[in-house]
């Protein structure tokens, strides 16, 4: 599995901070159901599916942005890959996250 230097580790939590109800300048880190929630908006069919194209494009395109790079580790990290239709399960994905550590360099 690929390593992801803590710098890297910071900015892909700050990336997910747009998610956190109570934030309040506090760089905190968000709740499980605060990520949840907020990638709901984008499973169109309520199957709790989400596109990679699409959570790769809200990634690196909300709050602290992530360069595709930092996303490509990102997923090598949490193991995250498509389906034979382009969709990821996205609860695995946040509960990877969540879970962390990430291997670091």
Known sequence: MA???QDKV???K?????????????KTWGT???????????DKESNGL???AELSQVLVAMAEKLTP???EEIMKCTDTKEDGD???NYDVFVR??????FPQD
């Not at 700050?14 to 506090?26: A, G, L, R, T």
């Not at 499980?32 to 984008?42: A, N, R, S, V």
């Not at 990877?96 to 550590?101: C, E, F, Q, S, Y």
Request: glycine share 6%; net charge negative; hydrophobic share 40%.
């Open 50 to 52: 989400l596109s990679l």
């Open 69 to 71: 790079d930092q996303l």
């Open 86 to 88: 382009g969709m990821i």
């Open 32 to 42: 499980y159901e605060d990520f949840m929630e907020g990638l709901k908006l984008y």
């Open 10 to 12: 910071d900015e892909a």
């Open 14 to 26: 700050q990336v997910f901070e747009v998610f956190d109800k109570k934030y309040e300048s506090k």
């Open 96 to 101: 990877k996250v969540i879970a962390g550590p």
């Open 3 to 5: 390593s992801l230097p």
